[in-house]
């Protein structure tokens, strides 16, 4: 039995960098996911892996001292399909370091 694959390397973006996958395209995936609203929407950093596709890994500030991380999927250009929400981790903080989840 040989080592399982490992996942592609996350590759850190600083917040001045210009997101490719602004965090409001999912914002209403998230608020429906949550059953609330945010007050507050703004990405602060985020990660990228290709994969088929790239993984976005967005922290980003929802109010107050909250923070979230997203997990967004973008497919490849020829698909043509919307931005998905793969997964989300709520009560972060802004020191929280963006990792694979």
């Known amino acids: ?3 399982p694959t490992p996942e592609p390397p996350l590759r850190l973006r600083s917040p001045s960098a210009p997101l490719s ?3 409001t395209q999912v914002r209403s995936q998230l608020e429906e996911k949550e059953n609330k609203k945010f007050p507050v929407f703004k990405a602060v950093s ?3 892996q290709v ?3 790239t993984n976005y890994f967005i922290k980003v500030h929802v ?3 909250d923070f979230v991380h997203l997990r967004v999927f973008k497919s490849l250009p020829h698909e043509n399909k ?3 929400l793969s997964n989300y ?3 972060k903080a802004k020191h929280d ?3 694979y989840f």
């Open 89 to 91: 981790q709520t009560n």
């Open 21 to 23: 996958t602004p965090p």
């Open 1 to 3: 039995m040989g080592d």
């Open 63 to 65: 109010g107050d001292e």
């Open 46 to 48: 985020f990660k990228s």
């Open 97 to 99: 370091e963006l990792s």
């Open 82 to 84: 919307p931005l998905t």
């Open 51 to 53: 994969v088929a596709g």
